[in-house]
């Protein structure tokens, strides 16, 4: 059990990192500081879009447009670590005792 405890938070943490990895990446491409034509920074890019777009795209949709500022991420962070704990702690936490 404690071994699903820890992939449990392990796909979470991975997950988490992939939203925040996947905004800045989208800041560099957005200021210029890296190219998408660079065949590696695409591929990344593709990659963490996909994985990340799917959870980010019914936020966009329920949130009003705050002037071109995206706060989507934040809120599924957010959510993501309120779920996080509400497993971890609540469910398989009492199943481990």
């Known amino acids: 059990m404690t071994a699903l405890y820890?992939?449990?938070?392990?796909?979470?943490t991975l997950y988490?990192?992939?939203?925040i990895i996947s905004v800045?990446?989208?800041w560099l491409v957005a200021f210029g500081i890296?190219?998408?034509h660079n065949q590696v920074v695409y591929n990344i890019?593709?990659?963490l879009n996909q994985v990340t777009e799917p959870a980010?795209?019914?936020i966009r949709r329920l949130m009003p447009?705050?002037?071109?500022?995206?706060i989507s991420p934040i809120l599924l962070i957010i959510v993501l670590q309120v779920l996080k704990i509400f497993i971890l702690r609540d469910v398989l936490?009492?199943?481990m005792m």
């Not at 820890?6 to 979470?12: N, R």
Request: charge should be negative; proline fraction near 6%.
């Open 6 to 12: 820890f992939l449990v938070d392990t796909v979470f």
């Open 16 to 19: 988490i990192w992939a939203i």
């Open 24 to 26: 800045i990446i989208s």
């Open 34 to 36: 890296i190219n998408t």
């Open 45 to 47: 890019s593709y990659m």
């Open 56 to 58: 980010l795209r019914p």
């Open 65 to 70: 447009d705050l002037g071109g500022v995206d």
């Open 93 to 95: 936490l009492p199943l």
